[in-house]
């Protein structure tokens, strides 16, 4: 999986299968059965989803993979993929604007 590099800070990047086939499947971030990879969503999971925060304490993997534990019919696995861009911040402004009101300066 690749992602642009400029992704804002929070922008949240999920992982997700139907529910239909959670059960039939695990999806690991890392190689299955190695001690340091971990399942992300399905059956031992637990849930469908996963959700990455671009600058937080998950980093964004480049390759997830799919174990079957059941069989599937063709094209009944569907993994969803979508990116909610966080909010980029290009600077701050200031205003001179004075705190109180100015004196009337009609007659």
Do not use: C
């Amino acid at each position: 999986m690749t992602f642009p590099k400029d992704l804002p800070p929070g922008s949240l990047v999920t992982l997700s299968v139907n529910r239909d086939v959670q059960d039939k499947l695990d999806v690991y971030d890392g190689v299955p059965d190695v001690a340091e990879s971990k399942v992300l969503i399905g059956k031992h999971a637990g849930t469908n989803t996963y959700t990455w925060t671009v600058n937080g304490s998950k980093a964004l993997p480049t390759v997830v993979y799919a174990v079957g534990i059941n069989g599937t019919d063709y094209g009944q696995v569907v993994l969803s993929l979508p990116v909610t861009i966080g909010q980029k911040t290009v600077g701050t402004a200031r205003t001179s604007r004075p705190t109180t009101a100015p004196a009337s300066t009609r007659p």
